[in-house]
């Protein structure tokens, strides 16, 4: 699913946010990033979803080297990707419903299919009695199951997650993990990015670790190390 | 068609949902078109003025007592044969008496007239006449003072206006000149504020930017409906400059023809009336343009992403 080879990226001269990355994500895995803070995972991020260009190395996405992308390719690969944030990203003057269906409709869906995915999406996520509320009217764990509803609707083979419960209490942070693994055994590749220790021994997955821009340990069954 | 019907809803949302800020952008746009429009109205009322009082120009030519009909209208038809001249008025000697008798003399003058007769009339003919244009009053009364009508003509005056007229013009010339730049630096003025103006609104909505950028809605998908929204506010302010404009005419127009004696010399609603395609069409359009402009700039950064 994931390809990366001896990638790197600095920001200016000093701040080596990662060195030398290698990894393999193979398809319908469910895999957890970690690491503390500046150890270089939101950056892994936005290199997957071209949010920032790399400076050597190589991605490979589904097949698709995305090494050197064009900007006009950037939103036919993010079509193909679920994202969710720490801070939800959700569009504040727009509804539940129309959060979700926006995603569709920037890609073109016609208005009919967008309703039923939507509202599919919605009962998914547990929100579809929400579907009209704006985001201040939702709490946190609800506004990233928005996110996490937006993040589907364009059925995607893989879906990154930066620090997605980092907002939340344990309560909410468990119904997003759960949300999470239903979703990867529905087929889709899950990267998640936390450094909340419960939740990654719970997992009992694959678990890769950071530090100052290092993979330093890469485990099945891993533990929250540090 | 889809998309173009997604484009139209989202500007309409982006237009009530960010309600304050659509107020604040479209006052400032406002305030520009404001200020374009003081100029046009101003620029209306000078012109007005020196035409009004242009109109009331002549050169009065009274004849002898004993000069008759037919060598009156062969006067006339030479004046009417000078290039320089717009129109002549016969005032016969029935009507200049009216005219002295209605006049605000005083009475013992009016008196004067006693010493004549029944039917007998001591008024003769005399002849108003217009010009084009200011400057070609002297043309027309040198015309007048040939030779040929010496045993006609008993006197000819440039009627009352003379210095006012000059005085004016001056006026008119020089406001003509500098309105030039006032309205360049309004220009200006309007334009950097509406740029600003936008370019804050877009900086306030820069993370919507953002965050439709990540979920994968293309440049266009996202610059069409802030595109389209700019034109709503540009469309909004000449709105409200419309309704403006018809509340202000509407109490000062009373009030010019009040001044102006009832002749409607100053016809602002009219002026505004016969030119509202050109004044606020053309308002709408720079304005529209300016916006699409500077949205497109201000976006350009945060599309980026
Ligand atoms: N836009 C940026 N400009 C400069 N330095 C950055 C930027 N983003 C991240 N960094 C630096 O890169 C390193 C890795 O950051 P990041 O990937 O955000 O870490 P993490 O998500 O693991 O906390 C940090 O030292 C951070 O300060
Ligand atoms: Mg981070």
Redesign the interface.
Known sequence: MIKIHNLSKNYGKDVHALRDVNLHIKPGEFVSIVGQSGSGKSTLIRLL?A?EKMDSGQITIGGWEITDIKN?EI??L??QLG?IFQDY??????TVF?NVS??M????F??SDIKKTVNQMLSLVGLKDKRDRYPHQLSGGEQQRVAIA??LV?KPKLLVADEPTGNLDSINTREIIDLLKKINNLGTTVVLVTHDRDVVNSLRGRVITLEKGYVISDQENGKYLL | MTSLFRIIKFALQGFFRNFWLSVVTITMMLMAIFSVTLLVGMDYIRQATIDGVEQKVDILISMKPEIDKDKVETLVSDMNGLSEVKSVRIITPEENKVLFEQSNLDDNTKKALEIFEEGENPFSYSLAIQAHDLDQYVIISEFAKQDKYNGWIEDSTFRDYETFVEKINNLAKMVNKYSWYVIAVFSLISIIVIFNTIRISIYTRKNEIMVMKLVGAGNWFVRMPFLLESTFYALAAVLIMIAIVYFVISFLQPSLNTYFQGTQVIDLSGYFRNNFLFIFGVQFLVLSFLNIVSTTIALRKYLKV
């Open positions: 979803i949010e006009h939103p036919t993010r079509r994202v990203k959700l569009l504040s003057k727009k129309e926006f995603a409709e920037a890609c073109g016609k208005s937006r993040s364009h």
